[in-house]
């Protein structure tokens, strides 16, 4: 899944830029004195706004976007070059100040004179800025103080990832966390290692280094001209396993300005992703997740109390279950569930291998001797998951999602293209949920799970969600 604080950041430029045009056009007429004909501020409100006063406002709206879109000025510059994209803002104002005053030449508008066009213009042009670099600044405070960093891999170790790295590490504010280098034994591998720069793989490793680590970007420096299979099968690679590619144009001898996908000091930096999981309905699936959660906390908090002085009655030990778990990124978080078996049942489970039933890494004995008299009940109505939702509100999982796996099934996955299932946030239900959990093999839930992030829709997720309380009710494939 794309970054969902840089979606959320774009999107708040796009919620903020219709307002800044509406105060800029108001700022300007009542600077010009168009509005000095109301005596007061009721007149000004009983004011006459036809049909075409509506239309035109809309269309000048509608215009403003597009121009900016057309500008670059939603997609991400995470590493773009500040200057550059305050050029952006003044060729986007401009363009959006020319097609006002188009318009009111077209519609013979008399108020709307080169002097309000003209203030309108600096008066929008100042605010977006002003606006942008705010939000900017208050996100670079937060990486450099070690907020919502990625982990990065460089491959390559010439002088131009020398240099690269030196850019990265001036520029904090762009929250990059240096992982290592990856590259092959060369003549210049001692120098660069005693400069204190780390090797944390060869090239042939690359994937196995990629399966074990927490990696959220890889950027290529490597010499195209001699490294070209290397570089494409890295970039399969991380593709496979859901990881962002970045390479530098440089080794192409782009043109920067043609370069497609930001630039990073005048270095064009395009770069290559798998995930669907974008734009808006990506922002109402994280809202989704907050509402629906925030609210059923509230509702079954008696049911919270209930299970919990049930599940002390019932047996000795804690009332959650808190298990390390692998989520978005290869990250690890706690998941919370209900106790439903006795205390120590983690630590009897190496005793049980032999009697594992599922196929593929996944542990499952569908009469499992660790079970409680209540934690039958509880993993059959599925009431074992419910304290998911305080995992959901704290951003770790969703509400719909390839299920979180656990560290020792995460050990035993073998083939590169599950883990992609790992490049979107895992969820409380999923497809595999709803179409006979247990009952199906791994392949199969692997299978549902790649289908769920290539297709993945808002009304996807919302089908799931339906389908998940029947599927509860049933008990289907419960185990």
């Known amino acids: 899944m794309t970054n969902f604080r840089r979606q959320i950041l774009n999107k708040t430029f796009m919620l903020l830029d219709p307002g800044i045009l509406a105060v800029s056009y108001v700022l300007a007429a009542a600077r ?58 003044f060729k986007a104002t401009s363009a959006g100040a020319i097609v006002l005053g188009l318009v009111a030449a077209i519609f013979r508008l008399h108020s709307t004179t080169l002097a309000f066009v003209l203030l309108f213009w600096i008066v929008a042009s100042s605010l977006v800025l002003l606006c942008r670099w705010t939000l900017r600044i208050l996100l670079a405070w937060a990486r450099v103080h070690g907020r919502h960093l990625r982990q990065m891999v460089i491959v390559g170790t010439n002088s131009r990832t020398v240099d690269f790295v030196r850019m990265i590490e001036t520029k904090p504010e762009l929250g990059y966390q240096l992982i290592g280098f990856v590259d092959e034994e060369w003549s210049g591998s001692q120098t660069f290692g005693k400069n204190g720069k780390a090797i944390v793989s060869d090239l042939e490793h690359f994937a196995d280094f990629l399966r074990e680590h927490i990696v959220d970007e890889v950027t290529i420096t490597l010499p195209m001209k001699s490294f070209y299979s290397q570089a494409a099968r890295i970039v399969a690679t991380c ?203 791994f392949q199969e839930w692997m299978k549902f799970d790649m289908h769920y992030i290539d297709h993945w829709s808002l009304s996807l997720d919302l089908e799931i969600l339906a389908k998940t309380i029947p599927a509860v009710v049933k008990g289907s494939g419960a185990a």
């Open 32 to 89: 010009i004195g168009h509005l000095t004909e109301f005596s007061s501020f009721a007149s000004f409100i009983a004011m006459r706004v036809t049909v075409l006063d509506i239309l035109l406002f809309l269309g000048l709206l509608i215009s403003w976007h597009v121009i900016f879109s057309s500008f670059g000025l939603y997609r991400s510059r995470r590493l773009g070059d500040r200057k550059q994209e305050a050029m952006d803002v």
């Open 239 to 441: 593709q496979e396993q859901g990881v962002i590619v970045r390479v530098l144009t440089s080794i192409f001898d782009f043109q920067p300005e043609r370069a497609n996908g930001g630039l990073l000091d005048q270095r064009g930096v395009p770069t290559f992703g798998s995930s669907v999981f974008e734009d808006w309905p990506l922002m109402f699936k994280r809202l989704l997740d907050i509402v629906i959660s925030s609210i059923l906390l509230v509702l079954l908090a008696p049911m919270f109390l209930i299970v919990a002085i049930l599940i002390k009655l019932d047996s000795p030990g804690p009332v959650f279950f808190v298990q390390e778990r692998v989520g978005l990124n290869k990250r690890k978080f706690p998941m919370y569930k209900f106790r439903s078996m006795v205390a120590d049942a983690e630590q009897r489970q190496a005793e049980l291998e032999s009697a594992n039933e599922a196929d593929g890494p996944i542990f499952k004995i569908k009469d499992d001797p660790r079970f409680t008299r209540l934690g039958k009940f509880l993993r059959k109505a599925s009431i074992d998951e419910v304290p998911q939702l305080i995992n959901v509100l704290k951003s770790d999982m969703s509400l719909v999602g390839p299920r979180p796996l656990a560290l020792r099934d995460f050990s035993r996955l073998e083939e590169d293209w599950l883990r992609r299932r790992f490049s979107v946030r895992p969820g409380i239900t999923c497809l595999w949920q709803i179409n006979g959990r247990s009952s199906v093999s």
